[in-house]
């Protein structure tokens, strides 16, 4: 079943655009998959270490540098070479997602598609749109996937008086994120227009539950069997609501340690140490861009032309949330690099050239004699 699935996933994606993409590196045989600990040790000679020493020692020292760095992880070909914190936290305090959930809900949704208990592109399976009289049955999970579902979810979080997200997160229907959601309208045809919605996220990650079990606890115990305790990310800690639902738009705790996981994970192509966590194509799907070249399947890309954030390799592609956490991952480079922090609005074009001059530090696969 999982083969068939696979095989259907990479059919579906398209192969058209899947075969641009940059191939993603494979872990070196010379180095260790992480175990309890990362294996750790200097960039490389390669690596051009007094630019990435320079620009760390700012980072810590300026705080216009990097506004609001709070920890910093940067894996290189498998290897952590860079960790450092801010006063008052380290390896084992736990960062908030904020958005950077969103894109390990799709590595979530991924797996039960893989798993044959989700439809990529049969209607979604929500009750409140059964009837396929209703022009939401058209919704599929691959719409969802790609936020292109068409639903009327407002996303605004400075205005109380329109915004649907205030009130499915903090406010009247934070008790049933997934259902508020399924009871938006219909705005634009699916696959018509993209429209970034924390309710979509929740809506799908509604779906993911029901075909985990249908309770928090079934969710839950999904989540560590088939994701978590395969790639040792024991410190993650979602919250859900109380409906049984993991806020796949938000919330989800986790080390910075444990979030590099996360992201060599995705960089290897859903492999972990021999074992096949995320089906045979399913990155890819994620890092394959939409028309507008800034978003995949709960995944942000840089492709579009001209770039949206022009000092960050084309080929990243990474999950990103609210007040500057990224993780981001450089198939090119075979570089993961973790930021987590309090950044605002205003500052992220700093935030953004600053990783963008760290990840400029490492030199492309193709050049280097090391990695293969």
Excluded at 246 to 266: E, I, K, P, Y
């Amino acid at each position: 079943m999982r083969l068939l699935a696979a095989v259907l996933i990479l059919m579906l994606a398209g192969a058209g655009p899947a075969q641009a993409l940059t191939p993603l590196p494979p872990q070196r045989d010379d180095v260790p998959w992480p175990a309890m600990d990362w294996p750790e040790g200097p960039p490389q000679p390669d690596v051009d270490t007094a630019t990435l020493d320079g620009l760390l020692r700012r980072a810590w020292a300026e705080s216009e540098t990097v506004p609001g760095l709070r920890a910093v992880i940067i894996i290189h070909r498998g290897v952590l070479v860079a960790e450092g914190y801010a006063p008052g936290f380290d390896r084992n305090r736990k960062f908030l997602s904020q958005s950077v959930a969103k894109t390990v809900l799709g590595a979530l949704a991924g797996i039960a598609v893989g798993g044959g208990t989700l439809d990529l592109d049969g209607p979604a399976p929500v009750p409140a749109w059964a009837d396929p009289g209703d022009p939401r049955h058209a919704i599929s999970i691959r719409n969802l996937l790609r936020m292109n579902d068409g639903l009327d979810f407002n996303e605004a979080y400075f205005n109380p008086f329109t915004s649907d997200v205030l009130p499915m997160l903090f406010g009247r229907a934070r008790g049933d994120m997934a259902g508020f959601a399924a009871s938006r309208p219909l705005k634009t045809p699916p696959g018509t227009r993209w429209s970034y919605s924390s309710g979509t996220a929740n809506l799908l990650s509604g779906i993911v539950r029901d075909a985990a079990g249908g309770t928090r606890e079934a969710y839950l115990a999904f989540m560590k069997r088939e994701l978590f305790d395969p790639i040792g990310m024991a410190s993650a800690e979602p919250e859900f609501d109380a409906a049984g639902t993991f806020v796949g738009s938000s919330w989800l705790h986790a080390t910075a340690r444990d979030w590099a996981r996360f992201g060599l994970l995705m960089l290897r192509g859903g492999v972990w140490d021999g074992r096949r966590i995320l089906p045979e194509g399913w990155v890819d799907f994620m890092r394959t861009p939409q028309p507008d070249g800034d978003y995949g399947a709960m995944t942000w890309l840089n492709t579009r032309q001209p770039m949206r954030l022009p000092t960050i390799p084309a080929d990243a592609f990474m999950a990103s949330g609210h007040r500057g956490q990224v993780i981001a991952m450089i198939p090119s480079k075979d570089l993961v690099v973790v930021r987590f922090g309090r950044t605002g609005y205003a500052r992220y074009e700093a935030l953004y050239n600053w990783l963008g001059q760290v990840m400029a530090a490492f030199p492309d696969v193709s050049q280097s004699g090391v990695n293969p």
